[in-house]
């Protein structure tokens, strides 16, 4: 299959994440309540939520770390001892120091990240198990094997560098660890692809094919040797002579929130605000990446708004909540959502008051649920592509 940049536009956001559903929840021991129970959430006002929230963070103190990602809603991260992208709590996981608890409010490979990350004596807490992301859930473990497989009769998969996009299951990131693979984040992919050709001439790249073919355009790698995978046809939809000349093969990931912005919404944005910049981020197909004025992360793209002067006019490609956060911090300038549509990351947002207020009152009453554990040797080989990942940086 030759790299198409814009196939695969259909947008499925399934309500439950697969891989939320492999977690063991550790449940209440005396409870068995492994769900967000109606009563005394679902049936309670949001202040007296609040007051209960405010009530255990009190009480655990410095025990307590709650993460919060930039996509998460406003009602959530106001709770957060700290706010970031993917990339940034798992740093901020592996440098706490005091808490004995990090409670997540992202989404379920974040939390076993910081898992995986974080010193042993500290458990992770994802507050709804079903808080997944449907990009990670486009590569699985069997189907990375098979195609690892696979390539291997048609070239040595010893020149072949597996790269991991942090947005993935810990079993796909031992995966890497385990093939001299390493994980990569939207703001180092290429510092990390750079690594990877320096030792091999080939990557296999997953879950998000915008992702790698964005960063490998960016080194001059041409099309036609970025093939995409798809793990339910034989070769990927891909014949032997496209993956014997390949450099880069993508797997057929994407991110149903990003991938909705479309080149059009560029064009119509700058026809109703002439003098405005488009930012996106790297999750946009190649046509909405090639039509933007600047592609990069979320905390590229945070940071290139605050430096900003006031009167400037942006049109942002990247989750909802975080473009909305944006233009209400900064009155002084225009900032507006670049498509016409809603696309916000619906699984994140799964974490609502009442799924804060059950964990961290559990947490108080040392019934905890909803840890996220990941087993010891899965979560040594993914220390291993993470701390290459780190290196890099
Ligand atoms: S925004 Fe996209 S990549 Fe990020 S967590 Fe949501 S579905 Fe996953």
Redesign the pocket.
Known sequence: MASDPDEGFTVV?TGRSLTAMTTTATIGPTTGITSLPFEPYRDRPDDELRQRILAVKEELSDALLILG?H?QQDEVIQFADMRGD?YKLSQLAAQSQTCRSIVFC??H??AETADVLSRDEVAVYLPDLAA?????DMADLESVEAAWQDLSDLVDTKDITPVT?I?SSADLKAFCGRHGGIVCTSSNARAVLEWAFARRSRVLFFP?QHLGRNTARTMNVPLEQMPVWDPRRPLGGNTADSLRSSRVILWRGH????QRFRPEHVAQFRQRFPASRILVHP?CTMKVVEAADLVGSTEFIIKTVQQAPAGSVWGIG??LHLVNRLAHEHPDQTIQFLSPMVC?????YRIDLPHLAWCLENLARNTPVNRIRVDSETAHWSRVALQRMLEVN
């Open positions: 956001l990602h996509y993917s992202g989404v490979f974040m997944g992301c449907s990009m990670a996009y947005n998000d991110c149903s929130v990003h999750e990247t989750e916000m990351c619906a699984t994140m």
